[in-house]
């Protein structure tokens, strides 16, 4: 399926408690006294090794999502059938966000941001421990290198600046070029419109700077990083696969928001598949590429640490196995 007016933004189901929420999410981000007010504390985080390559996920904090939101097409007896399946409790689902920074000879790379302490309602945020946690390990954001941003929406990007001035100020910003071109248009759509505008107003200080670099979807964007476009959630939604001696990681991003249910029937679009049928046909291929060539994924809300493996289980279905 194409990308084209006619198609785009078929998804945002969000109904209407979820999008006054999401609205909210994306005005906050724009407000400049928002931007993680408390220091939080440091959080979690898992090391391994992908070849030469140490991979460190941190987890910059979680969100909680009702459930319907992982599967707006579904039933939800299905979506329950699924969550009970693999031993998890229905009702609201807690989406993890898993910050990846890999760290080569000579560059420290982040693979998107985390929140950034936003508060996304009226409870207290839980999120903005990415650079705490960074620095419990004895790196400072200035000594980020690159920075690889997978796709626009607020829990990927809302840490890149305070929209003044980077977070991570010596680091080269990497775009892919068809989310870039998404980034120049409006929507009609006040939601996708008011994440478009904060994702604008938060790369506006790397844009003034030049340090914000667009590459091609399959670029080999740095050295044993290639990207790959997975294209549905957004249009220019990017995955990164990572190959060093041998070695390989998929990380999946947003392709499968739930560990359980976007991978149990990957029909199933989640409520912020701005092309379902498109997020669907990526999702399904990119799972089968994971489960034939047996390769380690990474899933940004997938458990913590959401490092793993997919299998096939039943007619069409997959599953997750921690590593």
Do not use: C
């Amino acid at each position: 399926m194409s990308i084209s007016r006619r198609n785009l933004l078929k998804g945002f189901g969000l109904g209407a408690m979820g999008a006054v929420w999401a609205t909210s999410w994306s005005q906050n981000l724009l407000r400049a006294d928002n931007h993680a007010p408390v220091k939080p504390a440091a959080s979690a985080f898992y090391r391994t090794t992908v070849g030469a390559f140490q991979v460190t996920i941190l987890q910059d904090g979680a969100t909680n999502l009702d459930q319907s939101l992982f599967a707006v097409n579904a039933a939800p007896e299905a979506v329950d059938a699924a969550l009970m399946a693999n031993n998890l409790p229905t009702g609201p689902q807690s989406a993890t966000l898993n910050i990846a920074l890999i760290e080569t000879a000579d560059r420290k790379i982040l693979i998107d941001t985390g929140l950034n302490g936003i508060a996304l309602d009226a409870n207290p945020p839980n999120s903005g421990k990415l650079i705490p946690t960074l620095e419990l390990l004895g790196i400072a954001p200035a000594d980020i290198t690159d920075v690889l941003i997978s796709h626009h929406h607020p829990d990927h990007v809302a840490g890149l600046s305070d929209t003044v001035a980077p977070l991570y100020p010596n680091a080269t910003y990497h775009l892919s070029q068809p989310e870039y071109d998404f980034l120049q248009t409006t929507t009609g759509n006040e939601l996708a419109d008011g994440f478009i505008a904060s994702a604008n107003a938060l790369l506006k200080p790397m844009m003034d700077a030049d340090q914000v670099q667009l590459f091609n979807p399959e670029d080999e964007v740095i050295p044993g990083i290639q990207a790959i476009l997975a294209a549905g959630h957004t249009p220019g939604h990017t995955v990164f696969l990572l190959n060093s001696e041998g070695s390989s990681l998929l990380h999946l991003m947003d392709t499968a928001n739930h560990a359980a249910i976007s991978l149990a029937n990957p029909d199933w679009y989640m409520g912020f598949d701005a092309i379902p049928d498109m997020a669907a046909a990526t999702r399904r291929a990119l799972l089968e590429r994971a489960t034939n060539e047996k390769l380690l994924v990474s899933g940004y809300h997938f458990p913590f640490p959401g490092i793993g493996y997919i299998s096939m289980q039943g007619e069409g279905g997959f599953r997750f196995t921690p590593a």
